[in-house]
């Protein structure tokens, strides 16, 4: 299947979900194809980790950087991925599509992989090869853009007017406003309550309030088709987002601080800087993306992490080649220094930990994602 007529699919859809968009969610309208995509290159997964003489790089560039058809191009491909059939159906019963099956992979690593030295290394992985099945099976060009909310976070209103939330040419906006939001199962409420929360209903706008999220919310892959969700707050977005946070990320002296001070130095909303900022300012107290577990679910999640991967990047090359080859954390959840809850049993990560995507590709370690254009991995920002 081609950009183009995914392209041209995009569109009539567009055009004839234009009545529906106004109406109540959810609105699972999203089209099924009448027999199953082409799935190209079969079940070989190890693709992946087949490293690469890295001499034409794929270029990865901000929303608004690409061209009206490339925003279109990448928007279809992501719709294209949620047509294709999913491999991992067989232990992650809610997967429906290829795209599912890396909602189903990050919902059941979650644990492994957050608030720990794993949390870059894998989230970089994730990212190379949601980029590589774009292109393999959708025909996607580019590389996975990256959202850089620093241009946005200047102000509430520049946020609600981000690009990334256009209808047509980004990823749709915010959900209706609900005010109470506790009846809300538990699922479905955000690790913090979010100040300034503007949302909390279905997405209405663009192709993606069109198709029913599969999984979650929360930490299950059990089959259970919900509507998008966003819980916008702008004011937390200006509060993490904006540059002067963003430059104090990037100042951090070690990988250790690095990694720390993005995931944030405590729990809660004072010490929340880019990483939780992107999650829960678009996520507020009830939206997908807001989720620790589920958050794949919304395709905002691909760009958002694109920046975070990009962030590291540059951090690395401040200090190139040594940071290649610089690497901390502990190996478990919450363990110092993010022991927050008590203290957690861990050791440290090395570059020789493992990397693990069940289902999804073979075991990697962390020294062969430590520079994006190198060993298996072959793509820069721009
Ligand atoms: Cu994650």
């Given at each position: 299947?081609?950009?183009k007529s995914f ?136 590389g996975v853009p ?22 047509f040419l980004g ?212």
């Open positions: 299947m081609h950009v392209v041209t699919s995009a569109l009539v859809v567009l055009a004839q979900g234009s009545s529906v968009l106004g109406a109540p969610a959810p609105a699972p309208a999203f089209p099924s194809p009448a027999t199953p995509l082409e799935v190209r290159d079969g079940d070989d997964m190890s693709i992946y980790s087949t490293p690469k003489t890295c001499t034409n790089p794929i270029v990865r560039k901000e929303w608004r950087a690409l061209s009206s058809l490339e925003r279109l191009s990448y928007i279809a491909a992501v719709m294209c991925l949620q047509l294709v059939p999913g491999k991992t159906a067989g232990t992650n019963k809610g997967v429906r599509s290829r795209y599912d099956d890396y909602q189903a992979v990050h919902i059941r690593m979650t644990d492994f992989i957050h608030f720990n030295g794993f949390f870059h290394p894998w989230h970089r992985q994730y990212l190379a090869m949601f980029e590589a099945d774009l292109r393999r099976y959708c025909g996607y060009q580019g990256y959202w850089d909310w620093t241009l946005d976070a200047v102000s509430e209103a520049k946020v609600m007017q981000s690009p990334v939330f256009d209808s990823f749709g906006g915010n959900g209706g406003y609900i005010a109470d939001v506790s009846n809300f199962p538990p699922e479905y409420i955000s690790m913090v309550d979010v100040p300034g929360r503007t949302g909390g209903g279905c997405v209405t706008s663009g192709i993606f309030s069109l198709r029913p999220v599969s999984m979650g919310p929360g930490n299950s892959t059990a089959y259970n088709p919900h509507c998008l969700r966003r819980d916008i707050s702008p004011w937390l977005m200006t509060q993490t987002l904006n540059s002067t946070v963003y430059n104090r990320v990037l100042s951090q002296p070690d990988f250790f601080h690095f990694t720390l001070v993005t995931e944030g130095t405590a729990p809660g909303v004072p010490a929340m800087t880019t990483h939780g900022g992107g999650h829960l300012g678009v996520g507020g107290n009830v939206g997908e993306i807001a989720n620790m577990y589920s958050s794949p679910g919304d395709p905002l999640f691909f760009l958002h992490h694109s920046q975070i991967d990009r962030t590291w990047d540059k951090w690395q090359k401040l200090q190139w080649p040594a940071r290649k080859s610089e690497i901390a954390g502990p190996d478990t959840m919450f363990a110092y220094p993010f022991d927050w809850f008590g203290p957690v049993p861990y050791q440290n990560v090395t570059l020789n930990s493992d990397l693990n995507f069940p289902g999804m590709g073979n075991t990697i370690k962390i020294s062969d994602v430590m520079d994006t254009q190198d060993k298996i991995l072959c793509y820069k920002y721009v």
